[in-house]
């Protein structure tokens, strides 16, 4: 969803050009070199949609060992994560204005613990098919810079998306494990809702949560 364009942020959001790479901005320097980036090494972990950011900044703030990245396409949106990442001081957050289509020019192979997909676009016409994050495209772009102990996170309220998302992961050789059509049923403490999850479960709306692992090589 494309939200209606406010040209202030533009200017805004350079207010947070030590941990923020804006619409424009040069993200090839991070690109590989995430250690250097946070000036530590430590796991990495990427939430590509990160919206609002309330999901990426609670999980930063409860894993201060973990460094975290988050992608979002929409300035507008990413601007306000920003503004919350800032207010917690929180150091091991880096948010860029980016497009995951480009994501192996972003990570190297075997560079990345873990990524998030929170509440993705369903791109519910088959024609647009391609566009889905858990289509095969996007999996062999997550396959290429996850470790091979890596994980994908995957929440969705939207069950047409999930189905489709369980078997197109099982037929590109994808492990899941922790399925679940009904997340919140299961009363998982530790589960950390983003600012869709909490509206679409107020509505009553189920919510789909898996893990994949991606295939091993063979040979």
């Not at 942020?9 to 946070?38: H, M, N, Q, R």
């Not at 095969?136 to 810079?145: C, D, H, K, S």
Request: proline share 5%; hydrophobic share 40%; glycine share 8%.
């Amino acid at each position: 969803m494309r939200l209606r364009r406010k040209p202030w942020i533009d200017a805004a959001i350079l207010d947070y050009a030590d941990f923020v790479t804006p619409l424009g901005g040069d993200w090839s320097k991070c690109a590989g070199a995430w250690a250097e980036t946070f000036g530590r090494t430590a796991p990495l972990h990427v939430e590509i949609g990160v919206g609002k950011g309330d999901f990426l900044t609670e999980l930063a703030a409860r894993h201060p060992e973990v460094n975290y990245v988050g992608l979002e396409a929409q300035q507008g949106v990413l601007y306000f994560a920003a503004r919350k990442a800032a207010a917690r001081a929180l150091s091991n957050v880096r948010l860029l204005v980016f497009d995951a289509v480009h994501l192996t020019e972003l990570f190297t192979p075997g560079e990345v613990d873990r990524i998030y997909l929170n509440f993705s676009d369903p791109w519910p016409k088959a024609r647009h098919a391609k566009r889905r994050l858990t289509s095969p495209l996007f999996l062999a772009r997550y396959r290429a810079v996850l470790k091979s102990d890596g994980e994908l996170h995957f929440k969705t309220d939207n069950m047409g998306l999930f189905d489709y998302s369980l078997e197109t992961m099982a037929a590109q050789g994808w492990h899941l494990s922790d399925v679940t059509h009904d997340l919140h049923a299961l009363g998982e403490a530790d589960n950390i809702m983003t600012e869709y999850e909490r509206k679409f479960s107020a509505r009553g709306a189920k919510i789909g949560r898996l893990v994949a692992r991606p295939p091993v090589e063979q040979g």
